[in-house]
């Protein structure tokens, strides 16, 4: 493809399992709030990088939410941001099966969350993987099965196995 004069090679599609780690998901968020739940995403996101804490982890996240919420609509939030230090892209993955009201763009309960951390200079990585998660749950079928399985195992199974179908 050629964009802006220069000559793009096509990208190979980016896979989720390059950057969702079995133990990054969370079978059961114990958060009710918004706030509680960036938190609680966030130490999912420093147990793989300690050095940064959770708290800056926190931090990115919930600054982005000042601006807009991440809460897309259908049951699914992606909150995201970049942070300095990052040595490469992170994610978790959390369901809450009441929901939690993260004003989504539908007014609906927000159920399922893809937290998303990328390397401050990584705009192209970032946008790239916030498509593959947005692509990923289009299907309402997905995020019901996700809503029904009983283990953390079984929820990255079907993560894994919808990201191999796309």
């Known amino acids: 493809a050629i964009v802006a004069g220069l000559k793009v090679s096509a990208a190979r599609a980016m896979k989720i399992a390059e950057f969702l780690k079995p133990e990054a998901v969370i079978f059961e968020l114990s958060s009710s709030s918004k706030r509680d739940v960036l938190h609680e995403l966030s130490q999912s996101l420093a147990k793989a990088n ?3 804490g959770a708290g800056r982890f926190a931090e990115v996240l919930l600054e982005r939410e ?3 919420s991440t809460g897309i609509a259908e ?8 942070l300095a230090g990052l040595p490469t892209l992170m994610a ?7 929901g939690i009201d993260f004003e989504a763009a539908d007014g609906k309960r927000t ?3 893809f937290a998303l951390v990328a390397p401050e200079n990584a705009a192209g990585l970032h946008l790239r993987a916030l498509s593959r998660i947005v692509r990923l749950f289009k299907s309402a079928q997905f ?3 996700i809503l ?4 953390q195992e079984s929820i990255y199974a079907l993560i894994a196995q ?3 179908k796309a």
């Open 50 to 52: 300690p050095a940064l």
């Open 66 to 68: 000042k601006q807009a």
């Open 75 to 82: 049951g699914l939030a992606i909150p995201h941001g970049r």
């Open 92 to 98: 978790c993955f959390g369901v809450s099966r009441p």
């Open 111 to 113: 159920h399922l969350f």
């Open 143 to 145: 995020r019901d099965a």
């Open 148 to 151: 029904q399985a009983t283990s």
């Open 162 to 164: 919808e990201d191999a």
